[in-house]
């Protein structure tokens, strides 16, 4: 294991909308970036592809991981082709686009892989604004595996989340004020159909990062 860097961070990188603002966030906020992006099974692994992309141009080490049984745990839309995908989200949970687990194995995975990396900042780009309600993007379940890694493996690490409490049109402002509206815009893939950019702009995911989208050109066109 490394010593600790407090000036590094690891930013949990899927290659969306979202983790790519994150990724210039940090970039921002620390000295030094890395990436960390996981393949579980997802559907459209080109993500994966993108996410090397982007890390790559924009200067940061990147890495990958292999965690496919996450997508053989439970059956969803995002990792199980024959399950049709909800475009709303159920009165009674959320939509079978929730993979369970994922994100509580990602920030575990991430923790150790910082820890013996030197690491102690762990960046991730979960918002409990977004139109899904997953229980693992909520502000207090990240608070809370935030204390249980600690305590786990005694260490001091601080899992920041700069998309929490913003909407997906604060999210463009943002990635607009850190000079990545651009990459964010045309070199993302968000889509649960696997289309880069604007997407298939049918799915769930779409149309919240459109509605998002439009609302801040049209806010910015007044500015």
Known sequence: MKP????????VFSGGQDSTTCLFWAKKNFKSVE??????????VAEVEIAEQIAKEAGVPWHK???????????????????????????DGPPNTFVPGRNLFFLSIAAV??????????????????????PDCRDAFIKS??????????????????LMWIDKSQTWALADELGA????????????NGIPSDGC???PA??????????????????
């Open 35 to 44: 990436a960390l992006t996981f393949i579980y099974g997802q559907k459209h």
């Open 145 to 162: 595996l935030n204390v249980s890694l600690n305590l786990s493996m005694d260490e001091q690490f601080v899992i920041h989340t700069p």
């Open 181 to 192: 509206f651009d990459i964010v815009r045309y070199r993302t893939l968000t889509c649960y």
């Open 113 to 134: 892989f910082a820890r013996e990396h030197g690491i102690s900042h762990l960046v991730t780009g979960v918002s409990e604004t977004d139109f899904s309600g997953y």
């Open 65 to 91: 991981m292999d965690v496919s049984f996450i997508g053989k745990l439970g059956r969803n839309s995002l990792t199980d082709s024959s399950v049709v995908m909800d475009q709303d989200k159920p009165a």
């Open 4 to 11: 600790i860097n407090k000036e590094t961070a690891l930013v």
């Open 201 to 203: 702009g049918e799915c």
């Open 206 to 223: 779409c149309k919240l990062r459109r509605e998002g989208l439009e609302k801040y050109l049209k806010i910015r066109s007044r500015v």
